[in-house]
């Protein structure tokens, strides 16, 4: 079983706010990822990490940032949310066995 | 960056018949994983395949990878309601980047 937690599962929030998605894995796995999702659509990359103090941008361009200063923790921020933001975040990491696990999501609606 | 193209985009059959979903790599394989989502869910790991020519079985579903590493296959045989889903393969470039193609929505009709 994956364990790999994504805080908060839902979060709904005014435009402007800053917001912080978090992603933890207790698994050690050195690389982690971040994509971005609507509902039906295609899963978008937007940040992944090799290790820490390692973050790239993905394919898919984003205002949000990451960081990566623990191995077990990869949060992602909008410093300030906006409609457009609005979607579901997926977190993903994985190690030297290359299996790739899945965090259960943050869905994020920005009003 | 490495492109993967998903054939067919949606698929609908009747229960009991077999399917296969394509996924085609712009760039060299060095991992293929398989998903399954059901909509607005989590994702599902199926499979991963990393050896041109490897070939994996869970259940009804087989997934291929070819030998020249740019191509899989999934496979369902006598498919069931409880397959219908959005299909979706990912794939491992050299950089550990990990890209997705656009997804197959199969519809098994009962």
């Known amino acids: 079983e994956a364990d790999i937690y994504q805080t908060p599962r839902y979060l709904v929030i005014g435009t402007g706010k800053k917001i912080t998605l978090e992603c933890s894995q207790t698994?050690?796995?050195?690389?982690m990822y971040w994509y971005q999702q609507d509902p039906g659509m295609e899963l978008h990359l937007i940040h992944y990490?090799?290790?820490?103090?390692?973050?790239e941008k993905g394919d898919l361009s984003s205002e949000s940032t990451v960081s990566r200063i623990r191995t077990e923790h990869f949060p992602l921020t909008l410093e300030s949310a906006r409609p457009s933001h609005t979607s579901q975040y997926l977190c993903?990491?994985?190690?030297?066995?290359?299996?790739?696990?899945f965090g259960e999501g943050s869905w994020l609606t920005v009003v | 960056s490495q492109e993967l193209e998903q054939s067919p985009q949606s698929l609908i059959v009747q229960e009991g018949k077999n399917l296969t979903i394509n996924c085609t790599s712009s760039?060299?394989?060095?991992?293929l994983y398989w998903y399954k989502q059901k909509y607005g869910e989590g994702l599902i790991f199926l499979m991963m395949l990393q050896k041109g020519g490897e070939e994996k079985s869970h259940e009804k579903i087989t997934a291929k990878l070819d030998e020249k590493k740019q191509q899989s296959s999934l496979h369902i045989t006598a498919s069931q309601p409880s397959h219908a889903g959005i299909y979706l393969c990912?794939?491992?470039?050299?950089?550990?980047?990990?890209?997705f193609g656009k997804g197959t929505l199969l519809t098994v009709n009962p």
């Open positions: 698994m050690g796995h050195d690389k």
């Open positions: 990912g794939a491992r470039g050299s950089n550990y980047k990990l890209t």
């Open positions: 990490s090799y290790g820490v103090n390692s973050t």
């Open positions: 760039k060299t394989l060095y991992g």
């Open positions: 993903a990491s994985t190690g030297q066995g290359f299996t790739i696990y």
